[in-house]
Structures are given as structure tokens and as C-alpha cells.
């Protein structure tokens, strides 16, 4: 058996190509004193990755070149000279783009297949699901009978932070970039509305008096939607996924209407609210199993 | 006696000019059942009235042209039929840009003149004082020994925000437009350094770790201050001084900086927070008689 990984082989400049990674096959890790050697069954790739590549000043380290890419991942113990792990258990960790990985076990999480899928851990009951809801609820706070719009209303985080909006009595209009996602967000999701940015005009198409924005993508859209807040308004902002590859920093939204209404907006970052995964995971579990909230699963293997 | 009024004559497009007004006299106003006929001692000339000259969507109705421009006043009552006043008495209102003004009363607030000069309560005892004291304390909320900066430091609600900064233990620096106005501010004043933020590049003269920026401008130094905050920033967007006159709305910061720190930027508009204003009240006036906030008054005769 051999450890397949790949590896950051060089920073990308604007959109990551294929040339930036490098598929390498070495042995598999010994496992070690104290170790724990698990296999990855599930690797989330998710926008956070592209920030990885860069040496620009994050809120993270970069990933290295010549080491494999990082991400998180659910995996199988195969083998462990850990007494909290045996051979069998399934984990969530961060073990990256690579088929095995060995530690000491800080930072796993051991999952109970018996509740819900493990992939979930990586999704709607892992770091996007807390994403939305602490992004939803703990930034955004919404009223019932709110209005709240979504970016990304098709995504990993969009889409639970709405349907979660849709839970608590808000009127909740997604943002998505094809026709096929906006009939997923309304027919399956069950927001109210789902505007496609990419063929609306957003000064028309987003409704006036939005008083949260959970946004994902920054750029035009986010201009767009702060001239339609409503006084009093919360922004939580969990990425900029439309400046990701950008080379230098393009100009933001006019702030204008951030003055007028005396809105807020407070940038968000999963790892800050960890304190918050035991209200969320017995929330969401709840919600999924009651099929409240709807999950889509994009696996390729 | 005549009321000699300055009527908004038109509306600016950009930078507004005499033309857009018009100087009129007009008898005084009669005094009528229970009212309050008034003569203005004192105009404030504010920031924020580019915008009541403006018809763009804003948190107050703008000025109606042909009338009095609006502006907040201290004034001596002169003929009163209401009982709450008498002749003599000393008031701040907003009876705009006109040398005499009557109405029933409402919205008036008597001074104690033994107290402060009365000129007073148009800038650090009044709603130049409140926006910063709010701004800076209950949006900023500056812990000891965090760096505070703040733009048009020289300025009205800057200069206050500033001092109250340095009474918190903070490291204040300012940002001026001139040399002239750096010297006060940290000659006068006592922040601990100014930039002249039209002679220094910004990116290396800014400190590195903001954690509140009293934000009175926008434009460039707001995009240059984002990316120095320290994680959790806040930041108190008092003003937009660099885009009242612009004829449409201009970009904004890069908003990477905010989502990186997990910062919070909020609008605060000072009407919000009359609340607030005993507090302040009793705060600032001490601080002034102490001796520990220090002011300049610009009066034009």
C-alpha cells in the first residue's frame, strides 16, 4: 500500500492550474509511539483552500510548498498505538489531500456512524454548517418576519444558513450563478425567492429593506446589497470568494449605506467560535434528521 | 429688525458653491400662541450637511429648497409666549441658517451658561462631543494599552474622540491634512503622534495592530487603515467626508482585511444615541473643566 498525496508544488498567481499540484506516491506512514495511521474516506474541498495557497497576510498559515495540500477530511483508523482510537474508528480531522495520514491523535474528533453519515461531518455537521450558523444567528441575529438574503445560496454554507433563516420566520432570498441552483434553493431548499446575479440586474432584483446579509462572495453583489439594507442591519461577512484569485486587492462596496442605515458588518472565521459546536451540532443534528434542513452532497470520487 | 436667512437655493452637484444660495431678508417671524421667537448666536457648520443638501437616500430628510439651510444653533430667546422659556434665556436648537426663528418650543434645551460657555454645546458638549464619545466608547470600545486612530483628527468629533482615547490608556494617533493641524494634535491635544496623511504613504506610516479606528473620511485611509487591524478590530464609521461630494458613488475599501481580522465596522448616526446623553454629558463636562479634554473653537463672526 502507498500513500497517495498531493502536494502544493507552487503558489498560484490568479486561478490555481493543475501545475500548482503535484500527485506524488511514498510509503505509507509508520505509525509510531503513541500514533494513530488513518485513511482518508472523505476530503472537503471548500473556497477557505484558496487563501491556503497564498503567503498573503490571512488569518492562517499558508499550506507549504512541497507538503501535501491541507483540508479537511474524514477517515478510517487503520491502525493506533493511541488508547482513545482503535482500528475501525471513524474521525474528522485535517489531514489533507492525501490518502493516509499518521499523528498523535490531537485534533481528531471520533464520529458515530450510527447517527448521521460521516461525510455529514464535513458538510452540514461540520465547519460550513457551524459557519452558517454562527454567521446566521450569532452575527446576523434575524427576527422573525426579517428579511434576509444569502450568497452562494447554492453552497455548503449558503445553503444551510438559509434554510436555518427560513426556520426562525424570515423571508429569505438566495443569491446563485445558474438557473439549475436557484430551482435547488427554492424548490428543494425552500427559500422564498433565489435571484441568479448572473443574468438579474441586482438593483432591481434585490428587494429593498434586507436586514441581514450573509455574504460569501464580497464583490458586486455586496455592493448591490448594501443599498438596499434596511437602518439597523447585520453583514455577517464569511468570505469573498469572488476576490480569492484575484492578483492585488480590488476596491470593496461603496460604504455609504453602511453609514445611513447604521448597519454592521463583522467579518466571521469558524475557528473563533468552536465554543459554539455543541449548540450547533445538537440544533443541526435535529434539524436534519427532522429533514428541516436539506443537504446536497457533491462527492466525487 | 430683519431675519436675515440663508435659503438652499439649489441643489449641489459636487462641491457646492455660493450659487446654491440665497441670501434673503425677511421680517421677523411673529411670536404666536405659545411660541418661542428666538435670535441665533451661534451656527454649527457640520459634515453632515452636504447631505441634507442632497435628495440621495439618507437617515434624515434633506433641506427643501427655498428654505432656510438646516444646521444646529445656540441661540438667546427673545419674546416668548411659551412658559418653559423667557426672554433672555439661553437654548440650543436647530433652527438652521437664519438670524431669528420661532416655533413652539419643541426641541429646544435650555443652558446653563454659568456652566460652559454656551458655544459650547454645539461642538464638545453637544452633538459633535456625543458622536465621538459614542463612537469611540460604546462602538470602539478601546481597552487600555490598544491602539486607537482616527481620522480628521484636527476635527471636531476626531480631536474628542482622541482625547477620550488617551483618558482610556490607549496609543492615539491622528491623521491630519496638515502639518499645522499635526502639531495641535499632538502638541495641543496630546495623541501620541499624527500623520499627514497628504505627505506620508500611508501603507508604512500607519502602525501595524489597529484595533479601533474612529473613522470620519473613508476613501483612501479607510482602505489603508483595513490593512493594518489587528484581529477583532473595531471600527466606528462616524463619516464619509471623502465621498459627500462625489456626483456617484465610488468603490470602497477592500473588504479582505475585515474578514481576515474578524473585525467589526459599524455606521453610527449620533441621533441613534440621545440615550446616551446624560452619560456624556456629565462625562464630558468634567473632562473639560478638568482640563482634560481640550478644544478649539472656529468662530467666524
Not at 444551510?160 to 426562525?168: N, V
Not at 455592493?223 to 484575484?246: C, E, H, M, W
Request: proline share 7%; aromatic share 6%; glycine share 12%.
Amino acid at each position: 500500500m502507498k500513500n497517495i498525496q498531493v502536494l502544493l508544488k507552487s503558489r498560484p498567481e490568479g486561478e490555481p492550474t493543475e501545475d500548482n499540484f503535484e500527485i506524488v506516491e511514498s510509503p505509507l506512514p509508520e505509525v509510531g509511539e503513541g500514533g494513530v495511521l488513518r485513511k482518508t474516506l472523505w476530503l472537503s474541498v471548500d473556497p477557505y483552500m484558496r487563501a491556503r495557497m497564498s503567503t498573503a497576510k490571512s488569518y492562517a498559515a499558508p499550506a507549504n510548498v512541497g507538503e501535501p495540500m491541507v483540508g479537511g477530511t474524514v477517515s478510517e483508523v487503520v491502525a493506533s498505538n493511541n488508547p482513545r482510537y482503535a482500528p475501525g474508528d471513524v474521525v474528522v480531522g485535517f489531514d489533507g489531500w492525501q490518502s493516509y495520514a499518521v499523528s498523535d491523535g490531537k485534533g481528531l474528533r471520533k464520529l458515530d456512524p450510527s447517527l448521521a453519515p460521516p461525510s455529514f461531518a464535513l458538510g452540514v455537521l461540520g465547519m460550513p454548517g457551524l459557519t452558517a450558523y454562527v454567521a446566521l444567528l450569532d452575527i446576523g441575529k434575524p427576527q422573525e418576519g426579517e428579511t434576509v438574503v444569502v450568497s452562494a445560496a447554492a453552497g455548503a454554507v449558503g445553503s444551510i444558513a438559509g434554510q436555518i433563516a427560513k426556520l426562525k420566520g424570515c423571508r429569505v432570498i438566495g443569491l446563485a450563478g445558474t438557473d439549475a441552483k436557484c430551482e435547488y434553493v427554492t424548490g428543494e431548499l425552500g427559500f422564498d425567492e433565489c435571484i441568479n446575479y448572473k443574468t438579474a440586474d441586482l438593483k432591481t432584483a434585490l428587494p429593498d429593506g434586507i436586514d441581514v446579509y450573509v455574504d460569501n462572495v464580497g464583490g458586486a453583489i455586496l455592493d448591490a446589497a448594501l443599498r438596499k439594507l434596511n437602518t439597523f442591519a447585520r453583514i455577517p461577512l464569511v468570505g469573498l470568494i469572488s476576490q480569492y484569485n484575484d492578483l492585488k486587492p480590488q476596491p470593496g462596496p461603496n460604504l455609504g449605506p453602511l453609514l445611513s442605515t447604521r448597519s454592521t458588518m463583522r467579518g466571521m472565521i469558524v475557528t473563533d467560535h468552536s465554543d459554539r459546536f455543541p449548540d450547533f451540532l445538537r440544533d443541526m443534528s435535529g434539524w436534519v434528521k427532522e429533514g428541516k434542513v436539506k443537504l446536497r452532497e457533491d462527492v466525487i470520487e
